[in-house]
């Protein structure tokens, strides 16, 4: 969808940059279109619903909404939440992405906390669950945070 988006939006400064002489004659300059990120502001924005249960702290467990551009909903750190899922598509991380099969985990338990991760994030589908059965998966864990809880 991207790519058709893109190819889309040239297609629309050419046409526009053709006839950007004539209408500049008649009626002044025309205004600068918008960047291609604003165009579907929609599709960057991230709802995601967080349900935690396991954690021995009452008030770490439930569901929360996440809503990010701009942040909201009843995450109690919804901006600190959604400046760490900024933080790392910015380094060109994928926060939901599953431990790969061939991981070398070490085989420490983390506690029986589990979140399940559902909705949208930057326009994409997300539907994953994050638990502390293993080196590997409480590293991933507490790569979210805070938007999942600090647990021990």
Sequence with gaps: MLRRLALTAVA???ALSAAAPAATAATGPLPLPLPLHLLHADDARTRLTVTVSGTGDPAAEGVFELKCGPAGGSHPAAQRACDRLEELAGEGADPFAPVP?????TQQFGGPATARVTG???GRGIDTVFDRTNGCAISRWNGLRPMLPNVR
């Design 120 to 122: 949208t994030w930057r």
């Design 12 to 14: 629309s400064l050419a």
């Design 101 to 105: 099969g061939d991981a070398m985990c």
